[in-house]
């Protein structure tokens, strides 16, 4: 019997691996291509917590060989690598500068940072480096698409959706040298051919192509459950109508008008306000104004509700009124006798017998006498005190949603940029715009002839401003009409005629004085040479 111990034992052995093997395969099994099989519970837990490769044929072969090398030294040796890419930048060796981020790339996939610092440093700062604006313009796409690329390591995380869309909207379209990146990236066959072949011609801008992947980012949020890390909700949510915006915006610059700009000044604004009204607005474009946020409180807001809750507001504050008839005065009786002797005085003594002094005294007390409506619905009579103090509640609750929506509100501008959409797409706005372009178009052939052109545009200019008080508070656009007065100017010194004292929009130099003067404006800056006119 003893003989055959070691031979049962092997048996036992070989049955219990075998037994083994079922449940270990069931845990372990690799998820389908496309989502045929789920896969074991580890491939699943891998899925839903991002940590790696969760599908076969996913693994990057020339990543998991880099991470085999180290022998376990990875963060050592992707430190080594980042002090490198330093050097090579600082040398201005940009093959091997590529190369070393190629290799930190494949060494921390599902690093975040390494991509979103990387992708900054490649359209940011390498990029001003070089002198031609073709070469600047090549370094902000690599950029862009070094961060596609690490989206395919970590599609559960939509920052690098959101910087591939911050970077082609705002590094292309507010640089510098914004006219010659925006007319190269609409000439770049080869990054659509990349991004989407099917992406139509007449569509090619960087600010479309920026909202693309900002409308994919609020998608996954939306629909796919992705969470939102480390960006402001409004900021978020508010950034594919912003970027609208700025598409109709650069048509007009570029002397696109009539229709076409007042169609995509109305787009913008029903993303900004109420959403998909138009059939040519994208399914996921969900109004701005009509998307619910939840506060840190835990109230459910929405930005257009603003006018909802004031008026709701207002009927509280008139139930609680016409429940405590009477009261408000014996409250502000209590109130003076808990004055000092001095102060009681002045509030009771007839206004017009006291002096200056005790004027002003007199209307600091006043404030401290007001009676607030929670006062009142406290001081209530007892029959109606339940029913008062029931509406101070929701008085309260709908006073702290007004806070919550008016900070919103003033995160993202609203009220500029709806007022903003209004201008732009009404008559005079498009002719304002119209004019201005045609008046520089006159200075560029022959400053002689651009006088009343520009003299019409500034009139125009001028109503725009009067109906949409909201546009003095853009710099940027301040900034625009005094380049353009600036000309005007010039054009006077051509008559020799001197600027005009009561200029048609002498506010705009008033808000934001130039400076170098333009007549008698701006003058804090007298002992600078006039400007040569661009």
């Known amino acids: 019997m003893k003989h055959y111990q070691p031979f049962l034992r092997k048996v036992l052995y070989l049955g219990a691996m075998a037994l083994l093997l079922y449940p270990l395969s069931m845990l372990g099994q690799p998820a389908g291509r496309g989502g045929n099989s789920p896969g074991g519970v580890l491939a699943q837990i891998r899925l839903r917590e991002n940590l790696s490769y969760a599908e076969l044929g996913e693994i990057d072969p020339t990543s998991e060989a880099l991470k085999l090398a180290t022998l376990g030294l990875r963060c050592v040796a992707v430190d080594l690598l980042w002090e490198k890419a330093y050097r090579y930048q600082i040398t201005e060796d940009w093959n091997n500068l590529s190369a070393t981020l190629e290799q930190i790339a494949r060494l921390q996939p599902h ?91 007449d569509r090619r801008d960087n600010w479309l192509v920026a909202r693309e992947s900002f409308l994919e980012a609020v998608n996954m949020v939306d629909n796919r459950g992705v969470p939102r890390k480390g960006i402001d909700p409004y900021l978020f949510f508010s950034e594919p109508a912003k970027v609208r915006m700025h598409y109709a915006a650069a048509l007009e610059e570029e002397g696109t008008f009539g229709n076409t700009a007042r169609n995509e000044w109305e787009l913008a604004h029903d993303a900004w306000t109420y959403g998909r009204r138009s059939a040519q607005l994208d399914r996921r474009d969900i109004g701005f104004g009509i998307r619910r946020f939840v506060t840190p409180s835990g109230h459910p807001v929405y930005i257009l509700e603003l006018d909802q809750l004031l008026e709701e507001q207002k009927q509280l504050v008139q139930k609680i009124e016409s429940l405590t008839q009477g009261v408000r005065e014996k409250v502000r009786q209590q109130k003076i006798q808990q004055l000092p002797e001095d102060q009681r005085r002045i509030v009771t003594t007839p206004i017009e017998q006291l002096n200056e002094s005790e004027k002003l005294q007199r209307r600091s007390l006043e404030l401290r006498l007001l009676v607030t409506p929670y006062e009142l619905a406290e001081h209530a009579p007892e029959p109606v005190k339940q029913e008062a103090l029931k509406l101070r509640d929701q008085l309260l609750a709908v006073q702290e949603k007004i806070r919550e ?79 353009h007065i600036r000309r005007y100017e010039d054009v006077l010194k051509r008559y020799d005629e001197p600027f005009p004292d009561d200029f048609i929009l002498r506010d705009v130099l008033i808000k934001r004085p130039p400076e170098v003067p333009i007549g008698n404006f701006g003058m804090k800056h007298m002992d600078l040479l006039p400007p040569e006119v661009q």
Do not use: H
């Open 405 to 483: 929506v008016r900070t919103a509100r003033s995160i993202v501008n609203y009220e500029y940029w709806e007022q903003r959409c209004q201008a732009e797409r009404s008559s005079i706005g498009l002719k304002a715009r119209e004019l201005l372009y045609q008046a520089y178009l006159d200075y560029q052939k022959d400053p002689i002839t651009a006088r009343e052109s520009y003299e019409a545009a500034f009139a125009a200019w001028r109503e725009v401003l009067d109906k949409y008080e909201l546009l003095m508070e853009d710099p940027g656009l301040l900034d625009d009409l005094i380049a």
């Open 111 to 201: 690093f975040i940072n390494v991509w979103r610092f990387q992708g900054w440093n490649l359209s940011f700062n390498v990029s001003v480096e070089w002198d031609d604006y073709r070469d600047r313009y090549y370094w902000v796409i690599r950029g862009i698409k070094f961060l596609d690329q690490g989206q395919r390591y970590n599609q559960r995380d939509i920052r690098l959706f959101w910087d591939e869309g911050w970077f082609t909207g705002y590094k292309i379209g507010r640089a510098d040298e914004y006219r010659q990146f925006r007319r190269l990236f609409r000439e770049d066959k080869d990054f659509f051919d990349w991004f989407d072949p099917n992406w139509a011609v």
